[in-house]
């Protein structure tokens, strides 16, 4: 079992910054990688980005350049710094671990607002 706990959600005005931090407890050696997703209302949830425990990157074209996700020195924390937001990137941000063996835990999601 990996238990997965979000932060750093709120309201920012386009071009402004946020960032996300997810926990992971738990059975933390089980976990290959770790991202984040996020899902706007009437669309499907989509990838924003990803990092494996080797410490390999991967991003949507859509945040390439704006988003950057890192680990913490512990390498079960997880943190996506957003910069220069745009109100396209209002949505339910949550939090992702994949497991080495298969299947995938998720945290309880962070509303993240771009608005002016």
């Known amino acids: 079992q990996v238990q997965l706990v979000e932060s750093g959600g709120g309201l920012v005005q386009p071009g402004g910054s946020l960032r996300l931090s997810c926990t992971a407890s738990g059975n933390i050696f089980s976990i290959y990688a770790m991202g984040w997703y996020r899902q706007a209302p009437g669309k499907q949830r989509e990838l924003v980005a990803a990092v494996t425990s080797d410490g390999s990157t991967s991003y949507a074209d859509s945040v390439k350049g704006r988003f950057t996700i890192s680990r913490g020195n512990a390498k079960n924390t997880v943190y996506l710094q957003m910069n220069s937001l745009k109100p396209e990137d209002t949505a339910v941000y949550y939090c992702?671990?994949?497991?080495?063996?298969?299947?995938?835990?998720w945290g309880q999601g962070t509303q993240v607002t771009v608005s002016s």
């Open positions: 992702n671990a994949e497991l080495k063996q298969g299947g995938y835990y």
